[in-house]
């Protein structure tokens, strides 16, 4: 009991200091990013600070500051720098990279999608670095919270497919706490912060049915990325999936625009998990690295 009013505590904290950091920082970054995802990031950033409290706390409360140190202390959380973690990290940025630029080339070929014309150098540049930093930050950052703390911390209590499958749903819901329909003014205050808060739940109370197509790529990715570090029993392959396909997804954009207007029942919308294609592409990533992680199973044990 006292565990989980420390843990609402918590949250109450790290939603108050988003509500009061985000018209700042807003301001600071307008026009790169948009405030609502200032605010959602914020709302990640805070959350992992609790789930990282909650994970080193009780170790340094026993071994004080050396505990910081102790290799055994990240290893159980994912992070086994013993294992070849640059060979995951790369492995994996490069097969989510691939599989979202096959996705591209299939969209162009035979989908929604043409090559832009003519093609800007700026563009590429700003898009390849903000998709890099981006992709870097949200891999590290999702992966630690989802699959290093929330699946880990089910699975000691729970069958591990049953983890995998509360995780990823809730990995895959988290995406959709916004409402897009709330005006946000040119500039914002701490208010229009809190009124986002507040709208978070709406996409999903009110529209399940229009959120589906987008939640079932979401889940599915989450589940492959729960497969990639439970073979590996490392966050690296999966914070390099994760990594390269949002890097991926940020950068095609400069090579790719959408022709078709609305929802193709092929190839779905703007995003690249919405749609029977993707949801393919998604699976076969995810059997890439159930084969392809055997080797490394074996070279473990």
């Known amino acids: 009991m006292i565990k989980f009013l420390k843990f609402c505590l918590i ?22 990013f948009k405030f609502e995802k200032i605010f959602e990031r914020l709302v990640m950033i805070g959350m992992v600070q609790a789930a990282f409290l909650f994970v080193i706390l009780p170790k340094m409360r026993k071994g004080g500051k050396k505990a910081l140190a102790d290799p055994e202390l990240w290893r159980d959380y994912g992070f086994d720098f013993n294992a070849p973690w640059r060979k995951l990290l790369m492995y994996g940025f490069l097969a989510g990279a691939a599989t979202v630029a096959s996705m591209a080339v299939v969209e162009v070929i035979f989908g929604p999608s043409s090559v832009r014309h003519p093609l800007s150098i700026q563009d590429i540049v ?80 009110h529209q399940p049915f229009a959120i589906l197509p987008q939640f079932t790529g979401l889940l599915l990715f ?36 959408q022709t078709f207007e609305g929802y193709h029942p092929f190839f779905g919308g703007k995003p690249y998990y919405d749609a029977p294609v993707e949801w393919l592409f998604l699976i076969f990533l995810g059997g890439m690295i159930w084969l392809s992680t055997q080797n490394f199973l074996e070279s473990q044990n």
């Open 222 to 257: 989450g589940i492959l990325l729960n497969l990639a570090f439970i073979r590996t029993r490392s966050l690296f392959l999966s914070i390099g999936v994760h990594a390269g396909v949002v890097f991926a997804i940020k950068s095609q954009y400069s090579f790719v625009r």
């Open 11 to 32: 949250l109450f904290v790290v939603f108050a200091l988003s509500i009061l950091l985000t018209p700042s920082i807003a301001r600071i970054l307008h026009p790169y």
């Open 126 to 205: 700003e898009r390849f670095f903000k998709g890099l930093l981006s992709g870097s930050l949200i891999g590290i950052i999702e992966e630690f919270f989802f699959r290093g703390f929330i699946f880990l911390t089910l699975s000691r209590k729970l069958n591990v497919w049953i983890s995998v499958v509360i995780t990823s749903t809730f990995y895959a819901l988290s995406h959709f706490f916004d409402n897009g329909r709330i005006f946000i003014p040119q500039n914002p205050t701490t208010h229009d912060a809190l009124r986002l808060l507040f709208g978070y739940l709406e996409p999903i109370a």
